[in-house]
C-alpha cells in the first residue's frame, strides 16, 4: 500500500531489555514475563499502525541501539533515534525531525497501549484537518497520544512538565491553552502499566478482535491476572 507522503506515525519504542521496560509491571510479574509482554505489545501496535495511510518511523532508544532494533523488528521500517535528556527532549527532537523532512502532520505515541483502536488513530489525523494539535487522554492522567500540523508544532507543551505523573495530560492542555492553539481530543484510552490495567485488558478484549492478539494469546498462554495466579512473580 501507497503510504501518504504528507503524514507520518512516530511511535517511540524502547529495547526491551530485561528490567528495563514496563517496570510497575515488574512489581508483579517477573522480569522475563514483563520482557515477553512488552514484545507483544509493540508487535501488536505495529501490527494497527501498518494498516493506516501514514509513513510509520520507529523512534527508538537507547539512541544507540539502532542494529539491535534491525535486529528485533527488521531492517524494513523507518527508524529514528530519540535523542535528549528526557521524554520531553526526545518527543520534541522526532518531530522537529519530521517536519524538516517535510511531513505536513505527524501524530507521536507509545507502545504501551497495543489494543489502541485504529479508529481513533485515523480519528487524529482527521482532528488536524481542523483543529492545531490532537491529545489522547489517557486514564492515568497522561496522554497516549499527541500530534501536530507541521504549521502549529509548539515546541514549548514538552518543555518543563512533570513527566511520569498524573499532571503530565493538564499541564500540557494548560501550556497549549497559553499558545492559543485550538486542541481536539481523542476518546480516553488506558497504558497498561500495572498488572490491574493487564486485568482490565482482559476484560476488554473479551468480544473484540483483539482477543486474538499475540498480546492476548501471551497472557492466556501465561495465565497472567488470572485469579489464584494473580500474576505472582513465579509465574514462568
Given at each position: 500500500?501507497?503510504?501518504n507522503q504528507d503524514a507520518c506515525i512516530l511511535l517511540?519504542?524502547?529495547y526491551p531489555e530485561k528490567g528495563k521496560v514496563k517496570s510497575r509491571l515488574?512489581?508483579?510479574l517477573s522480569q522475563d514475563i514483563v520482557q515477553d509482554l512488552y514484545q507483544c505489545?509493540?508487535?501488536d501496535t505495529l501490527t494497527t499502525l501498518k494498516t493506516i495511510d501514514?509513513?510509520?518511523f520507529i523512534c527508538?532508544?537507547?539512541g544507540d541501539a539502532l542494529e539491535k532494533f534491525q535486529g528485533w523488528l527488521g531492517q524494513n521500517l523507518q527508524f529514528l533515534s530519540q535523542i535528549g535528556n528526557d521524554l520531553g527532549e526526545r518527543m520534541k527532537t522526532c518531530f522537529t525531525d519530521v517536519f524538516t523532512k517535510g511531513f505536513q502532520k505527524a501524530v507521536l505515541m507509545g507502545s504501551d497501549s497495543p489494543d489502541l483502536p485504529k479508529e481513533y488513530i485515523k480519528q487524529a489525523f482527521d482532528i488536524l484537518d481542523t483543529k492545531d494539535v490532537v491529545l489522547g487522554p489517557a486514564v492515568d492522567?497522561?496522554?497516549y497520544l499527541i500530534g501536530f500540523r507541521t504549521t502549529t508544532f509548539t515546541t514549548s507543551v514538552f518543555e518543563d512538565i512533570p513527566w511520569g505523573t498524573q499532571m503530565v495530560f493538564q499541564e500540557t492542555l494548560m501550556k497549549l491553552k497559553q499558545t492559543s492553539h485550538t486542541v481536539g481530543l481523542l476518546p480516553v484510552w488506558s497504558d497498561i502499566d500495572t498488572l490491574t490495567d493487564v486485568k482490565n485488558l482482559i476484560h476488554r478484549a473479551e468480544n473484540t478482535s483483539f482477543k486474538s492478539s499475540k498480546t492476548m494469546t501471551y497472557i492466556q498462554t501465561h495465565h497472567i491476572g488470572l485469579e489464584g495466579n494473580n500474576g505472582?512473580?513465579?509465574t514462568t
Amino acid at each position: 500500500m501507497t503510504k501518504n507522503q504528507d503524514a507520518c506515525i512516530l511511535l517511540f519504542v524502547k529495547y526491551p531489555e530485561k528490567g528495563k521496560v514496563k517496570s510497575r509491571l515488574s512489581a508483579d510479574l517477573s522480569q522475563d514475563i514483563v520482557q515477553d509482554l512488552y514484545q507483544c505489545f509493540v508487535h501488536d501496535t505495529l501490527t494497527t499502525l501498518k494498516t493506516i495511510d501514514a509513513r510509520l518511523f520507529i523512534c527508538f532508544l537507547p539512541g544507540d541501539a539502532l542494529e539491535k532494533f534491525q535486529g528485533w523488528l527488521g531492517q524494513n521500517l523507518q527508524f529514528l533515534s530519540q535523542i535528549g535528556n528526557d521524554l520531553g527532549e526526545r518527543m520534541k527532537t522526532c518531530f522537529t525531525d519530521v517536519f524538516t523532512k517535510g511531513f505536513q502532520k505527524a501524530v507521536l505515541m507509545g507502545s504501551d497501549s497495543p489494543d489502541l483502536p485504529k479508529e481513533y488513530i485515523k480519528q487524529a489525523f482527521d482532528i488536524l484537518d481542523t483543529k492545531d494539535v490532537v491529545l489522547g487522554p489517557a486514564v492515568d492522567g497522561g496522554y497516549y497520544l499527541i500530534g501536530f500540523r507541521t504549521t502549529t508544532f509548539t515546541t514549548s507543551v514538552f518543555e518543563d512538565i512533570p513527566w511520569g505523573t498524573q499532571m503530565v495530560f493538564q499541564e500540557t492542555l494548560m501550556k497549549l491553552k497559553q499558545t492559543s492553539h485550538t486542541v481536539g481530543l481523542l476518546p480516553v484510552w488506558s497504558d497498561i502499566d500495572t498488572l490491574t490495567d493487564v486485568k482490565n485488558l482482559i476484560h476488554r478484549a473479551e468480544n473484540t478482535s483483539f482477543k486474538s492478539s499475540k498480546t492476548m494469546t501471551y497472557i492466556q498462554t501465561h495465565h497472567i491476572g488470572l485469579e489464584g495466579n494473580n500474576g505472582e512473580k513465579s509465574t514462568t
